[in-house]
């Protein structure tokens, strides 16, 4: 009889000892998750990035997290920005959702679609005035991807969602090739 | 010598032809419908099946919205739409919705609609044919007809970022305050983040 007790009181306290140790390493599992990369950016720098005239291709995607198709295709574009030269194919994935949103809706956001790459989110801007900065006509539906060749000139643009293959397809025709297969 | 002038002649008169084709070709393209044309009228049945024209309400302000339930940013305005709707339909302005979607069906709206109490009549547009007529893109996009059924907003709702976002600038309550005022309407044309308008796919 006593036997039993013992046992079962052991058994218990493994049992216990096992979930204390689990919620242990859940707590340092969350804590190790990586920050997210949230730059802000404003219209007056998109206009000098276009206009830098670096060697390679600048890929412009406007989004926002209430915006499903937006949120379906960032993954591709995480895999573009794995696969291609950084120098070479400058990413830019820029939300238009404004400061505001910064701490209570992209951060956990980001936590929860974590990306390889940085997120840029943009100060103030309408689309009238990113119209503007972008030379192009834009009618505001999200997302927006627009590519632009070293001379800062537009060479592609996607209004609605798109894929890996479609971008992919742009970078082959200027003569972009991937640096891994990954 | 005349003849290198009847060359020059010829040569002025036909750089000035194209000139003005290329303008008018340009500005064709720019835009199927401007601020201050009639507004094209539509044919266009509501989820209970009860058909409503734009001609209908002629002599009102009507207020378009192309909607649809599908975007969030769409919904998000939804509050605010049926707040101008409780302040201004007593004073002869028309709400009406617009969905354009080619998934979305009246039934959907319908289920919608009475969920969320949205207290005017959305009128499906099928294969999106009103919406390719007045070029409409985004949803919520609006469009506002005066008493003479001339267009004289068109674009944004209001200037939030998000759903749940707080706009600076309320474009819709303020056109339809200049109109009732009497007074022109200070930002007549406006853009807005959104929803793609999801069309019938090309085949």
């Given at each position: 009889m006593v036997n039993i007790y013992y046992r079962c009181s052991i058994a218990l306290f493994c049992m216990l000892f096992l979930m204390t140790f689990s919620f242990f390493l859940l707590a340092v599992g969350e804590q190790s998750e990586k920050e997210p990369v949230i730059h802000d950016i404003k219209l007056t720098q998109i206009e000098t990035l276009i206009a830098e005239k670096k060697p390679g291709l600048i890929i412009i995607n406007l989004w926002a997290t209430w915006c499903p198709p937006c949120v379906a295709e960032l993954p591709h574009f995480g895999n573009i920005y794995k696969k291609y030269s950084k120098e070479k194919v400058r990413l830019y994935l820029i939300?238009?959702?404004?400061?505001?949103?910064?701490?209570?809706?992209l951060k956990p956001f980001l936590k929860k679609n974590a990306l390889p790459c940085p997120v840029y989110l943009l100060e103030g801007g309408k689309p009238e005035e990113l119209e503007k900065v972008l030379k192009t006509e834009i009618s505001?539906?999200?997302?927006i991807t627009i590519i632009y060749n070293s001379e800062g000139k537009l060479i592609k643009k996607f209004e609605g969602a798109i894929t890996e293959n479609n971008i992919e397809l742009v970078l082959k025709q200027n003569g972009m090739s991937p640096i891994s297969q990954n | 010598m005349t003849k290198t002038n009847a060359t020059k002649k010829s040569a002025i008169i036909v750089s000035i032809c194209m000139l003005i084709c290329m303008v008018f070709g340009l500005t064709s393209q720019i835009k199927a419908l401007n601020i201050g044309d009639p507004m094209p009228d539509f044919n266009l049945k509501d989820y209970d099946g009860k058909e409503h024209s734009l001609t209908q309400y002629k002599g009102k302000i009507v207020v378009i919205e192309f909607c649809s339930q599908e975007c969030p940013y769409s919904r998000g305005a939804d509050p605010d739409l049926a707040k101008l709707h409780a302040k201004y339909s007593t004073k002869g302005v028309v709400f009406i919705g617009i969905d354009?979607?080619?998934?979305?069906?009246p039934e959907d709206i319908k289920k919608y609609a009475l969920e969320t109490k949205k207290p005017y009549p959305i009128l499906k547009d099928v294969e999106n044919k009103y919406a390719d007529k007045v070029d409409a893109k985004v949803t919520p996009e609006i469009f506002i007809v005066d008493k003479d059924g001339k267009l004289v907003y068109h674009g944004?709702?209001?200037?939030?970022?998000?759903?749940?976002g707080q706009p600076t600038e309320k474009y819709t309550e303020n056109a339809i305050e200049a109109l009732l005022a009497g007074k022109p309407i200070e930002k007549a044309e406006t853009k807005a983040w959104g929803c793609t308008i999801k069309r019938v796919p090309k085949s």
């Open positions: 939300n238009i959702e404004g400061k505001e949103i910064k701490e209570k809706v505001g539906a999200l997302p | 354009s979607h080619f998934k979305t069906q944004a709702f209001d200037d939030r970022k998000g759903p749940d």
